[in-house]
């Protein structure tokens, strides 16, 4: 009896043993919400053997005004009703503004701006960036692109609407709307990576919040030719895989604009570009990394 028992309790042991173990890895392979920096300013753990080096030239509190060694003001249109003007984006108070403002008698009324980086990157690389949405119907964005609309590559980290008008998309106050694009010879591929941020852990403050109420954060791991990874105050969110290798070295860049179209939510009513209370996306920074070997 002794003997026959003792094998008998070590299995039971050992059973009980290998599942806590199994469960405890598979929670930390998860992710719990401890190993999460809700603030979004810790980057992702680096592959082992390498380390995150911050890149000057593209990151920014935006606290010693506007830098014009990083930074230029790009005033391409995009389709109307939207002007792009220099004056509508600046650095005031520790952030980067661009303001949606009026021109009441033009065919182009939505005036706007677009301010991107004079450096451009390549993979492997990591950026994110602390954005509050202005609260009209228009994307509000943060992207990588080449500047060839024929031949480019391009991830959007967001294209976020906090106030649809279309009545047509009523998760767009939550939702991060992620993706890459890749145009040879006109040749467009693409896929989303879209996230809703009521899916972020119970333990984020910001889970749930939708765009204009607070600053989130956004970020994009661009970690090879092909893999693509967003982050959304601090937490992994969707992930994209490109057809094709994305080999072009990108600017980082920001804008806001609308189209009368259901994808990007409808227009604004006109009134709402008269309200600076509602009419300007803040970007509180912006820190990029590249990796490098220990």
């Known amino acids: 009896m002794k003997f026959t028992g003792l094998p008998l309790l070590l299995m039971v042991l050992c059973a009980f043993s290998c599942s806590t173990t199994k469960s405890t890895k598979n929670l930390e392979h998860a992710g719990s919400p401890e190993t999460y920096d809700f603030t979004g300013q810790t980057p992702p753990s680096p592959p082992e053997g390498m380390k995150w080096e911050k890149i000057p030239e593209l990151s ?5 005004g506007y830098d014009t060694e990083k930074w230029y003001k790009s005033l391409w249109n995009y389709g109307v009703p939207v002007q792009m003007r220099a004056e509508n ?11 949606a403002t009026l021109d009441e008698n033009a065919e182009r009324w939505f005036k706007t701006s677009r301010v991107q980086s004079k450096m451009q990157i390549g993979y492997p690389m990591y950026t994110v960036s602390r954005i509050k949405a202005a609260h009209i119907s228009a994307y509000n964005t943060f ?3 080449n500047g060839d609309i024929s031949n480019r590559d391009e991830i959007d980290v967001i294209e976020n609407n906090s106030n649809p008008s279309c009545g047509c998309q009523p998760d767009y106050p939550w939702q991060m709307n992620s993706q890459y694009f890749q145009v040879i010879n006109d040749d467009t591929k693409r896929n989303k990576g879209n996230y809703d941020n009521r899916k972020l852990s119970k333990a984020n403050p910001l889970k749930g919040v939708p765009w204009n109420e607070a600053y989130h954060t956004f970020g994009v791991w661009w970690k090879s030719a092909t893999e693509i990874q967003f982050y959304l105050d601090g937490e992994p969110a969707g992930s994209v895989t490109a057809a094709r290798d994305l080999n072009r070295k990108l600017h980082i860049i920001w804008d806001l604009w609308s189209e009368d179209v259901k994808w990007v939510g409808g227009l604004p009513n006109k009134k709402e570009l008269l309200d600076n209370s509602v009419n300007t996306m803040k970007v509180d920074w912006v820190h990029t990394y590249r990796l490098v070997e220990e």
């Open 60 to 64: 920014d509190e935006f606290d010693t």
């Open 89 to 99: 984006s600046g650095v005031e108070d520790g952030n980067l503004w661009i303001k």
């Open 143 to 145: 992207w990588l692109n």
